[in-house]
């Protein structure tokens, strides 16, 4: 219904490998103000890595659609995430030729007492 009306669906699946969310797990664990992050199931988890890439990998391709789509942005570095996020949303913002509403009179008409 949302598409419908013009409405752009933008959906961001944000990837890290796995060697980054090692390092991110383990500043967790060194780091005292990071420590309450830290989920013990996480690490038990990791062994299956590859299942849950299998498992993200179609249930990507089942939700994807050509008029809301899943981007995959890489996201191991903040900076690069952002750049891809940004540039993807305006984008469809551009899309949307978005323009100022007409008045219906002549601002330069106006006088503010």
Known sequence: MLRDEGTPIL???LHIDAEEQKKRLQERLDDPAKRWKINVGD???RKRWS???KAY???LQKTSTDWAPWYLVPANHGWFRD???CHVIVTALKGLK???PSLGFDPK???IP
């Open 109 to 111: 008409s106006i006088v």
């Open 51 to 53: 299942e849950y890439m």
């Open 83 to 85: 750049l891809v996020v």
């Open 43 to 45: 690490l038990s988890e």
């Open 11 to 13: 959906k961001f699946y």
């Open 98 to 100: 978005m323009r100022y």
């Open 57 to 59: 990998e179609e249930v």
